[in-house]
């Protein structure tokens, strides 16, 4: 896995815009265009969201990215340096092919012009064909704001005529992913059966070590949460573990056969 962050004598380092774009620039001369990018406010969205769906993916030979929009920092147990650690052991676990950090402001986040530019620098140099953003409705501020930052940095990333760095492109479908802070009785456009991705999901949540597994009783609750919520949407679709998905565009499928 290719990431974002560095070490200086052993120690991570959150790197400036200019150096994600640095870093990505020489990513996308030696590499393909990325299949999926699952963009999320903090490290571990993408993982409490669609951890599973993730993995099962990068095994059926899609290529994956995850780009959290911060650090995370600053949270009661972590520091910048033991998320970035943490990040990249959980990207690992899962098997995906990049993790960018980007140098957004983690609780302050918003969709503004400067921010939406910075997120279009990022896709417009991966590349995606399917992108992922946080559902729309939170009450957490950053996750509202990421799901509208994202959809209007898609938008952007297809603008010619620009000094933004990369070449133009436009991701063919978003969609939404839950990590919400809400109580809320969600209604998915689709769930995808992930069970064959659950220890993978399970494992990588444990390798964040200062947000979920400060003590064995702590991942306890996380690995039951984690669990309920999939059983619940795998029973919805006849399946032992499941994932939800939301989208605001209409889905076209090909063949009647993949529908379960
Ligand atoms: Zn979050």
Not at 53 to 58: H, M
Request: proline share 5%; hydrophobic share 45%; net charge negative.
């Amino acid at each position: 896995m290719q990431l974002s962050a560095y070490q200086v004598n052993g120690v991570w380092q959150q790197p400036t815009h200019a150096e994600i774009i640095d870093f990505l620039t020489a990513y996308a001369r030696e590499a393909q265009p990325v299949d999926v990018a699952v963009v999320a406010p903090h490290p571990d969205d993408a993982e409490i969201a669609m951890g599973a769906t993730i993995s099962i993916l990068v095994r059926q030979g899609l290529k994956v990215a995850i780009v959290d929009l911060t650090n995370g920092e600053p949270t009661p147990a972590g520091t910048v340096e033991t998320r970035l650690a943490e990040a990249k052991a959980a990207g690992e676990i899962l098997g995906i092919d990049l993790r960018v950090t980007m140098d957004l402001p983690n609780r302050y986040l918003e969709d503004t012009v400067e921010n939406r530019i910075k997120v279009a620098e990022v896709l417009r140099l991966i590349r995606p064909r399917i992108l992922f953003a946080p559902y729309w409705v939170d009450a957490h501020p950053d996750h509202r704001a990421a799901a509208a930052l994202v959809e209007a940095a898609r938008f952007y990333a297809k603008l010619s005529k620009t000094t933004m760095s990369g070449v133009r492109h436009y991701p063919a479908r978003i969609f939404h992913f839950s990590s919400n802070h809400y109580r809320l009785h969600l209604e998915p456009s689709f769930v995808f059966d992930c069970t064959g991705g659950m220890d993978a999901k399970l494992a990588a949540l444990a390798a964040y070590n200062t947000q979920f597994n400060t003590d064995e009783r702590q991942f306890s609750e996380v690995r039951a949460a984690i669990e309920s919520y999939g059983r619940y949407w795998g029973r919805l679709i006849r399946r032992p573990f499941g994932e939800p998905f939301f989208s605001r565009e209409v889905i076209g499928i090909e063949s009647i056969h993949s529908i379960l």
